[in-house]
């Protein structure tokens, strides 16, 4: 939601691999001011889905300030060339100290569209994205929890497809001080192009706030499943 794309400006890539030559299942490390997860990059039209599951987290709301934290996956958004994001997923805010939660999708730049019915911390969520063809996206969520689908198609133009995204981020300010005590979240069963997310190129990042780690990614295990924790 509402992502920088100047986020690669002064990116800082682990000293021991680079993005262009990495073996299979390595990654490189980067760090970020709004966003954490992993990323796969690739070409243009390189990427035509991306998938994943989640346990919505809970949030903790300790002050007047409103706070949110995003749960989502997308194509797009990632490097400078791109201007676009096809993104869904889930929100856990702090509004005037009280914890609000709902469903949403995005077709960056265009505003946010809430998306799906009830959703309450503990259910499970599903998110696909998919391009159809001929500058179609079809965006789908669910929450098996609560009972319900929802699905839509959208048409998005100047969409390069050279990334896609299972990311936890701050929105709102674009900046990590804005990001709500969501505690922890696990990706699970999460696939590009449907192949596990594991067998992609990958940068992974860690959301910081300055100096100081804000949200910390985890090692992908069994090929799909990650956690991103907030510290």
């Known amino acids: 939601m509402k992502a920088l794309l100047s986020i690669l400006a002064g990116v800082a890539v682990s000293a021991s691999v680079t993005a262009g030559s990495l073996p299979a299942h390595a990654h490189a490390t980067t760090t970020d001011n709004n966003w954490a997860g992993y990323i796969a990059t690739g070409s243009p039209t390189t990427f035509k889905s991306v998938s994943t599951s989640w346990i919505q987290p809970g949030v903790t709301c300790t002050s007047k300030a409103e706070t949110d934290s995003s749960f989502w996956v997308g194509l797009g958004g990632w490097s400078k060339q791109s201007q676009t994001i096809e993104q869904e997923g889930t929100e856990a805010d702090c509004i005037k100290d009280k914890p609000v939660y709902y469903g949403w999708y995005e077709m960056w730049p265009a505003n946010t569209q809430d998306f799906g019915g009830t959703v309450k911390p503990g259910d499970h969520i599903t998110a696909t994205t998919v391009y159809d063809g001929s500058n179609k996206f079809t965006l789908t969520l669910s929450d098996s929890t609560q009972g319900w689908k929802v699905n839509t198609t959208k ?25 709500a005590d969501y505690g922890n979240v696990t990706f699970s069963s999460a696939a590009v192009n449907g192949q596990n997310l594991g067998t992609q190129k990958l940068t992974k990042a860690n959301m910081v706030d300055g100096s100081k780690t804000v949200v910390s990614v985890s090692p992908i295990t069994n090929g799909k499943d990650f956690s991103a924790t907030y510290k």
């Open 155 to 179: 048409t998005q133009k100047n969409a390069i497809r050279d990334s896609a995204e299972v990311i936890v981020e701050a929105d709102g300010t674009e900046y990590s001080g804005n990001l």
